[in-house]
């Protein structure tokens, strides 16, 4: 069996027709690959006409459907298996079929990886330890650059038809981006690197061979790490050309392609971005795969002209993979940064302008110990690969959230219960909860593939056919449920978790973690209650409370961790009462015993449908 992969067929229309920018970029993203064990189902509208000869665009990134395994299909939406519909597409199924990646980002590195086993070399778009688009689009401003505002750009706004003079957000922020200095890995090293390449470097280097004996060994340029070379950005992510560069090549093609040519005279350093990756290896046939040819803007020249003292730039040579680039010169002084809140100097007056302690309620624990003995090893957190110390905390843990799933599903009278664990990890929840209750359909979601792998070896061997992975973002799945857990999910991925669970007005029993990494999203900001709001409590100022709640310990009895968990309790009291004002029943209450773990508070709100 092969893998399957659903694409988004719809095809959008302004001068040209062509492909959603999801599709053309995992069409590229093929066209790096020489075939892939991956067959091709493409989903489109309802309403249109189910005609392969027909099917496709006039312009943009084609998909090279030869680089795929076997025949391409056309779906209409009503045709998809709803474990794929319930996440945003791309989807791609697994050939053990109850484990889905799903999200542009996961899928362009999944892709690479399938293409590797016959050609190892493009490994390399995955970048240093093969950590590039790793990070979902809400903590990292580089994978939302190029997942979400690309596509919303390439999707919406160019759309409209005819030449345009208006410089979009989103090629701004590139553009922004590319006049930044970078910060990698190991960029000391790399510094060096790329001094001892210049020529001012190397008369150093002379004069210092001249001055000693015979048989004696060449001594290094002594280089002070704040007179090494600013290093520029000459690709999305630094220095080498990785998947940022691939998913950011369509926009900028079509975005070039209908854009006037004085408004590209404003955009300089996209432009010779664009230029020089038409230059790295492989680029070109990638594109040409996809029926693209570089559109050329100048001619490039590989001349090295001299520069002014002390700027200078060291071009490509033929047949590197990696372009270097830099410019030395005086750094920016930094900006005085506005004097920050402290926990020292102001926690004491948030907390008297917040004027009030949490209060936790009590729960039922009359069935909270699980028989773990009796379970099958696979269901034990041990399995998981935790140390046993951490897996009989993790037990006790576990325990707790299982109690509180078991209270709010204790109302529901559908025989067809969805229960989702957001933030799974290894789905240590999620397993246990699958193995006792077999009529409930268990889903785990996570963004970390390692995690998951380890969690779906465990599934297997337990044999459970109740349970689906899924290896996404949490805003991809769009699915209804009745029940989401998330066990320690870090900082705002608690709120995301509480905000999909009011969305789809589902039950919730949450353990958050991270207090101190509250942070404000697109659609998350802070105070979330009306009634923490009313208080006047800023951004800062609950943020400050959060961090103050990261300093609880395992010492459980010392002041600090006794004000830390105050603290905690008042940011958790934010979100019940944020789920209290759309008309849930919400329960603040700690893990029984206590010291299974310092962040040991539990949110359960109880849905009114």
Not at 534 to 547: H, S
Request: proline content about 5%.
């Amino acid at each position: 069996m092969v893998d399957t992969l659903y694409l988004d067929g719809r095809v959008l229309k302004s001068d040209t027709s062509y492909h959603v920018s999801s599709t053309q970029v995992i069409a590229l993203v093929a066209g790096f690959c020489q075939k892939l064990p991956i067959q091709l189902r493409i989903v489109i509208p309802d309403k249109d006409t189910k005609d392969t000869s027909k099917y496709g665009g006039s312009g943009g990134f084609k998909i090279p459907y030869e680089r795929f395994h076997g025949t391409m299909e056309l779906l209409y939406h009503s045709e998809v298996p709803h474990e794929v519909s319930s996440c945003d597409l791309p989807v791609l199924v697994k050939s053990c079929q109850n484990y889905y990646i799903c999200g542009l980002c996961h899928i362009m590195r999944y892709l690479v990886k399938s293409g590797a086993e016959l050609d190892s070399s493009i490994m390399k778009l995955l970048g240093y330890k093969y950590s590039c688009f790793k990070s979902s689009s809400e903590v990292s401003s580089r994978t939302y650059l190029c997942e979400v505002a690309a596509s919303n750009f390439l999707n919406t706004e160019l759309a409209r038809t005819g030449k345009v003079d208006d410089i979009p957000q989103v090629i701004r922020d590139f553009e922004d981006l590319l006049s930044k200095p970078i910060v990698i890995h190991n960029m000391d090293k790399q510094q060096r690197k790329i001094l001892s390449k210049t020529a001012e470097y190397q008369k150093k280097l002379q004069a210092l061979q001249a001055q000693i004996s015979p048989g004696e060994n060449v001594r290094k340029v002594v280089v002070d790490t704040k007179d090494l070379p600013v290093l520029n950005h000459v690709f999305a992510d630094g220095v080498d050309f990785m998947l940022s560069d691939v998913s950011l090549i369509p926009v900028v093609h079509m975005f070039i392609e209908r854009y006037s040519p004085d408004v590209l005279e404003k955009i300089p350093l996209i432009v010779e971005w664009y230029q020089r990756v038409a230059d790295v290896p492989g680029v070109k046939e990638a594109v040409e795969a996809c029926s693209i040819c570089f559109t050329n803007l100048r001619e490039p020249t590989m001349e090295v002209i001299e520069p002014p003292s002390k700027k200078f730039k060291i071009y490509k040579k033929e047949g590197d993979y990696t372009l270097l680039e830099y410019k030395q010169g005086k750094r920016q002084p930094k900006v005085k940064p506005v004097k920050p809140l402290t926990i020292k100097r102001d926690l004491k007056s948030v907390l008297e302008k917040i004027g009030e302690e949490a209060e936790f309620d009590k729960y039922d624990q009359s069935a909270l110990d699980l028989s773990w003995a009796d379970f099958p090893p696979q269901v034990n957190p041990v399995t998981g690969e935790l140390t046993t110390l951490r897996a009989q905390r993790k037990c006790g843990q576990i325990e707790n959230l299982v109690q509180g799933v078991r209270s709010v599903m204790s109302a529901m009278t559908s025989s067809s219960i969805t229960i989702v664990e957001f933030c799974s990890g290894g789905g240590h929840v999620g397993i246990v909860l699958a193995y006792l209750l077999p009529h409930c359909r268990v889903v785990l979601l996570d963004n970390k593939e390692e995690s998951l792998n380890r969690a779906h070896a465990r599934v297997q061997a337990l044999k459970l056919d109740n349970i689906d992975i899924y290896q996404c973002n949490l805003g991809c799945y769009q699915s209804s449920f009745d029940v989401g857990v998330a066990l320690h999910a870090c900082g705002v991925a608690t709120d995301m978790v509480l905000e999909k669970c009011l969305q789809h007005n589902a039950s919730f029993v949450l353990a958050p973690c991270c207090y101190g990494k509250i942070q404000k999203t697109d659609t998350i900001s802070y105070p979330q209650s009306v009634k923490f709001r009313n208080k006047e409590l800023t951004y800062d100022e609950l943020v400050l409370v959060g961090q103050a709640g990261d300093m609880t310990c395992w010492e459980f009895e010392k002041p600090q961790a006794i004000q830390g968990k105050k603290c905690m309790g008042l940011v958790d009291m934010d979100r019940c009462s944020a789920a209290q004002e759309k008309g849930y029943m919400t329960t603040l209450a700690t893990m029984q015993p206590a010291k299974c773990t310092p962040k040991n508070n539990m949110i359960i709100g109880k849905s009114c449908r």
